[in-house]
Antibody, heavy 118, light 108 residues
Framework: QVQLVESGGGVVQPGRSLRLSCAAS????????MHWVRQAPGKGLEWVAD????????FYADSVKGRFTISRDNSKNTLYLEVNSLRTEDTAVFYC???????????WGQGTLVTVSS | SYVLTQPPSVSVAPGKTARITCGGN??????VHWYQQKPGQAPVLVIY???DRPSGIPERFSGSNSGNTATLTINRVEAGDEADYYC???????????FGTGTKVTVL
């Protein structure tokens, strides 16, 4: 079965960086676009970034463009999100999700919490 | 940027029908997907391509999409349907994905 497991979250000071990872298993990782979605405490879902199956195309939400970088290593079945210049408003649970045709996200990880606080 | 508007809350009695709307400019021209999220859990896809159900999702869940409004309908509502629901589209003009504001469904 499809499994997505995020890691790398934690408490970090404003202005610092983190690298989030999403380990995928149970499917052919290299054949799927992948996404990061975040959810601030008590708030709704916000799409953050996506990357094509071969890593050649990447798109970002305006709120994170220039600060976050999405990447993937298909040999390791792993998705990454480098989050830089963190702000208190970046505090959220970050989910990775598998994208399928038509634009829906059919499988999600359980999320990793990033808390930005001094 | 493209905006999807949902009612903050919907209340429904068990066995009745819940309808959750998702408003967006010409949303009928887009493919709409719906997710269910229970407290402390990751979202789960319940409807994709306007009205298709992933395997394992009960037939009680259905969707429609026309004009400026998409609707998720839950028939014969059960206590286990109590959750937050989000609509979701891809905006081709910006190459961005957009989620609706979310609707909390309460089963009375």
């Amino acid at each position: 079965q499809v499994q997505l497991v995020e890691s790398g979250g934690g408490v970090v000071q404003p202005g610092r960086s983190l690298r989030l990872s999403c380990a995928a298993s149970g499917f052919m990782f290299s054949s799927y676009a992948m996404h990061w979605v975040r959810q601030a405490p008590g708030k709704g879902l916000e799409w953050v970034a996506d990357i094509s199956s071969d890593g050649s195309n990447k798109f970002y939400a305006d709120s994170v463009k220039g600060r976050f970088t999405i990447s993937r290593d298909n040999s390791k079945n792993t998705l990454y999100l480098e989050v830089n210049s963190l702000r208190t408003e970046d505090t959220a649970v970050f989910y990775c999700a598998r994208g399928i045709s038509g634009g829906s996200f059919d499988d999600w990880g359980q999320g990793t919490l990033v808390t930005v606080s001094s | 940027s493209y905006v999807l508007t949902q009612p903050p809350s919907v209340s429904v009695a068990p066995g009745k029908t819940a309808r959750i709307t998702c408003g967006g400019n010409k949303i009928g021209s887009k493919s709409v997907h719906w997710y269910q999220q229970k407290p402390g859990q990751a979202p789960v896809l319940v409807i994709y391509y306007d009205n298709d159900r992933p395997s394992g999702i009960p037939e009680r869940f259905s969707g429609s999409n026309s004009g400026n409004t998409a609707t998720l309908t839950i028939n014969r509502v059960e206590a286990g349907d109590e959750a937050d629901y989000y609509c979701h589209v891809w905006d081709s003009s910006s190459d961005h994905y957009v989620f609706g504001t979310g609707t909390k469904v309460t089963v009375l």
